[in-house]
């Protein structure tokens, strides 16, 4: 069968096997898009260089696996099997639980590279809870922050990477007073960073919009304070 926007699988088994495979599915999909508690390898990809940990993170590989859930929740079983089966909720709580978690984690950590690969795996839980309400706002907001997350954190590894490489620094308590040393590249995290923490009129405040607008649509409002919440917690960690 192909992909169909709404699914092709609805009638052609039981909610039990539908289930069976939804949950199969999120636990490959799960591993690659970095959703806890199935999140352990990314942290641990901080050893590479930075090249590649922007890769990791930005492009090649996390983002096969938030891509993958799209496809698979909207486009393989649909939202009206996943409401069937109530994996709509437990999908969007899992999402809303590493959204939270992963702005905490990332608020204590004091290393810059591995601050940002907790930033990553909240970031990526948009795509999923987007996902999981699977209104078309929702979808619309978690595809266009697949492209939008890309470009703002490969912008701020490859910050960090100058930082490191120019003045030998990966704490962020080492960061103060480097906007003289190095506007430029401060000026850039600073972009970055905004947009990310889904500052009005840029990038990242898009997509989470519109996953908020779907949040409703789907009669589901309490995502819409997950969103608020962790939107706090992005400025607090970057700021």
Known sequence: SEFVPGGFLAGRTSDVAMAVGFAAFMLGLGVKAALMPLHGWLPAAMAAPTPVSALLHAVAVVKAGAFGVVRVTGFVFGVDVLRAINADVVLAVAASVTIVVASIRALGERNLKRRLAYSTIGQLSY???????????????????????????IALFFCAGAIHVQVQRNNVDELDGLGKQMPVTLGAFMIGACGLAGIPLLAGFIGKWQIGVGAVDAGYPVFVVVLVVSGLFNIAYFF
């Open 127 to 153: 795509i999923v809870l987007g996902s999981a309400l699977g209104t078309v706002a929702a979808l619309t907001g978690a595809i266009f922050h697949i492209a939008a997350h890309a470009f703002m954190k």
